[in-house]
């Protein structure tokens, strides 16, 4: 059993940027993969970045690419999402996501454990 608990959420200014943590806990302390999801008002869940076990795979979303930084800590068990440059369609809920393997890294059924979220506004 992994719990996943998301931080760092805020609201920010076009073009500024925030840092959202996830920290993983549980009975399962094998690093995951883990992943970032987001979903705005009347939108679908939209895959943002997954970072592989061990932090040497690190895979974007086209809409983050270059923008986005996922990152992880296993020492500590969290997974880091640096985002930059944001703007207004960024603005959504940020959902932390983990599996023990997967090869199909960018879609959501291939989670198992999903924490509660953190909002992200961005204005403009």
């Known amino acids: 059993q992994v719990h996943l608990v998301e931080s760092g959420g805020g609201s920010v200014q076009a073009g500024g940027s925030l840092r959202l943590s996830c920290a993983a806990s549980?009975?399962?302390?094998?690093?995951?993969?883990m992943a970032w999801f987001r979903q705005a008002p009347a939108n679908e869940r939209e895959w943002v970045a997954t970072i592989s076990p061990s932090g040497a795979g690190t895979y974007y979303g086209d809409s983050v690419k270059g923008r986005f930084i996922i990152s992880r800590d296993n020492a500590m068990n969290t997974v880091y999402l640096e985002m930059n440059i944001l703007g207004p369609e960024d603005t959504a809920m940020y959902y932390c996501a983990a599996t023990r393997t997967t090869m199909f890294p960018r879609r959501e059924e291939s989670y198992k454990y999903w924490g509660r979220g953190t909002q992200v506004t961005v204005s403009s």
């Open positions: 549980g009975s399962d302390a094998e690093p995951h993969f």
